[in-house]
């Protein structure tokens, strides 16, 4: 029960612009079955390599409702990317980062596109457990698709 409060709480808090998430833990550790105040950097994404313009490091990744999250997402293909995820739907959006340029919004992109070689970095909050699908548009068959589940904390 104390968990569930505690994802509650996180989720009413990350409502409110401008606000931290205070979730179940009071330390800052990185506990693996607990949820932090600081953001957790999940494993980079990687589409394409040299090489592969197909390539994907990783279909993959497990979150923690209530977390907060730094994804780095890189385009190393020589194919233009646009990433989409029902994912950015169910989070709350903290900010896009592009060449340290922040983009902050009230709601969640439609998707990334990569037309050149580059990173995007994604910070937010994994607001509430479920399943969620990644993919590169129209290269699904060639492998470049996942999975993002969020569990209870």
Known sequence: ??????????????AVPHTHVWAQDDDDDD????VTLSSKELPELILGAEGD??????????????QPYIWEITSQGNLEYKFFTDLF??????QIVINDLEVHMNGAPAW????????????????????????VADLEDRGMQGTIIISQP
């Open 31 to 34: 506990d693996d079955n607990g």
């Open 53 to 66: 313009d197909f390539a994907v490091n990783q279909q993959n990744f497990e979150l923690v409702a209530g």
């Open 89 to 94: 739907r169910n989070v709350w959006m903290n």
């Open 112 to 135: 990334l596109e990569f037309d050149a070689h580059g990173t995007i970095q994604v910070q937010f909050v994994a607001a509430r457990p479920g399943f969620h699908s990644w993919s």
């Open 1 to 14: 029960m104390k968990g569930f409060m505690a994802l509650l709480l996180a989720m009413g808090l990350a």
